[in-house]
């Protein structure tokens, strides 16, 4: 539900994935010579006949569809060109993306790396899906460290082999999200680091507040809903629903509920003679009391979108 926006980071990050992938250094073979070499071979050399190493590793968020729908397209040709029964067309297909899956290895060797380097290159601290659980690393004892963050492959590895390293199709996630709830689902609206993502902007937390309550004076978090809507469209029902948000919100209505006691207790007058009395701007005091951040900062920090969209409902913005 975040977007996760990483163009000033581009350049390393590009600098370093490109010195471990590429590099003959580092690996005892590198991936690219891996891939060149497979290239070589029959069906490989049809189906890659035009796609490099670079462009796989590196296609941008809004290209990635594209790219698996050719991929993928030629390798279902491949498989009808040589054989006529289905069963041993799927086995074609099987087995061209198993050689594939062996060469972008994401498991063992890379996973630790490329998560580590993520991890500090990005500075990453809430899940981009939920924006529910901080993903940082945290120190057990003198030696051990344990780790709440994870890489979700936005395009399945195991259906897209190929697309295992590819630097743009790994999301920072948590657990919860990557594992138990995503898993290999596809998603049918761009990834959180697409050009093209527009869920922080199209769909908000709505404030329903049941019949007895008036003036937004409530007893009781039970009084409170908080479902997620979307203007005017429907492009993110999938993702509410892939991951769960309507339902794990709804066991943080308490975060709502201190809003609204806040707001009957702050109200603007009484800020400015805070104001008047600590000689700190009251929109200051505002942010602090609310918890308010900055729309730039919605991923530091978790609940960040629900308390953004609170405080619309509520004008304190
Ligand atoms: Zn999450």
């Given at each position: 539900m975040i977007k996760l926006d990483y163009k000033l980071d581009k350049q390393i990050l590009e600098c370093l994935y490109e010195r471990m992938l590429f590099s003959t250094k580092l690996n005892k073979m590198s991936v690219k010579k891996n891939f060149d070499k497979l290239k070589e071979k029959y069906p490989y050399n049809i189906i890659f006949f035009d796609i490099s190493f670079s462009e796989i590793i590196f296609v941008e968020p809004e290209k990635t569809r594209c790219l698996i729908n050719t991929i993928e397209l030629r390798i279902i040709e491949q498989s009808k060109v040589k054989f006529k029964e289905m069963k041993k067309k799927k086995k074609f297909i099987y087995e061209a993306k198993g050689e594939l899956k062996k060469i972008f290895k994401?498991?063992?060797?890379?996973q630790s790396f490329i998560s580590e380097f993520f991890e500090k290159e990005l500075?990453?601290?809430?899940?981009?899906?939920?924006?529910?659980?901080y993903v940082n690393e945290y120190k057990v004892d003198e030696k051990e460290y344990k780790n709440e963050f994870t890489l979700d492959h936005y395009y399945d590895k195991g259906s897209y082999p190929y697309l295992a390293l590819s630097l743009y199709n790994l999301i920072p996630s948590c657990y919860v999200c990557n594992?138990?709830?995503?898993?290999?689902i596809e998603l049918d609206v761009f990834a959180p680091?697409?050009?093209?993502?527009?869920f922080h902007k199209r769909v908000k937390f709505k404030l329903h507040l049941s019949k007895n309550c008036k003036d937004l004076n409530i007893k009781s978090k039970a009084d409170i809903k908080i479902p997620l809507k979307e203007n005017?469209?429907?492009?993110?029902e999938k993702y509410i629903e892939v991951f769960k948000l309507n339902e794990r919100y709804e066991a943080h209505k308490d975060i709502v509920f201190e809003m609204l006691q806040n707001a009957e207790l702050y109200p603007e007058s009484r800020l400015k003679e805070l104001q008047d009395l600590t000689g700190i701007p009251y929109q200051q005091i505002k942010k602090d009391i609310f918890n308010l951040i900055d729309d730039a900062d919605?991923?530091?920090?978790?609940f960040s979108k629900l308390i953004r969209d609170m405080s619309d409902e509520l004008g304190l913005r």
């Open positions: 994401y498991e063992n060797k890379f500075e990453t601290r809430t899940c981009y899906f939920c924006n529910i659980h594992s138990k709830l995503k898993k290999s680091n697409s050009e093209d993502f527009d005017y469209s429907n492009k993110y919605l991923s530091k920090q978790p």
